[in-house]
């Protein structure tokens, strides 16, 4: 039964492992999320310059975001595969 035990520490370990490793990364996503949603548009006004042929905060509210969105929504899907593969935690596909 020494060994069950031992095993399943290891496998507590390695689940608070990813558990932290998942949680910074979530912590840090939703950091930029929370920039460009709140802080970027807040101050777009006053970042009155041209980007793309359009003031910036027309440009940010209408196409900007969104394409931070979705760069946000495939890294986290990116790293968390890795983060799956790393530790041994992947889905089965039946």
Do not use: C, H
């Amino acid at each position: 039964m020494g060994r069950s035990e031992s095993d399943a520490m290891a496998v507590t370990r390695r689940q608070q492992a990813y558990w932290r490793k998942n949680l910074a990364v979530t912590a840090s996503l939703l950091a930029i999320w929370f920039i460009v949603t709140f802080v970027v548009s807040f101050f777009a006004r006053e970042l009155s310059f041209s980007f793309f042929g359009w003031p910036f905060s027309f440009w940010m509210g209408a196409q900007g975001a969104l394409l931070v969105y979705g760069a946000i929504i495939w890294y986290y899907a990116r790293i968390m595969d890795k983060l799956d593969a790393q530790y041994a935690l992947q889905e089965d596909d039946d």
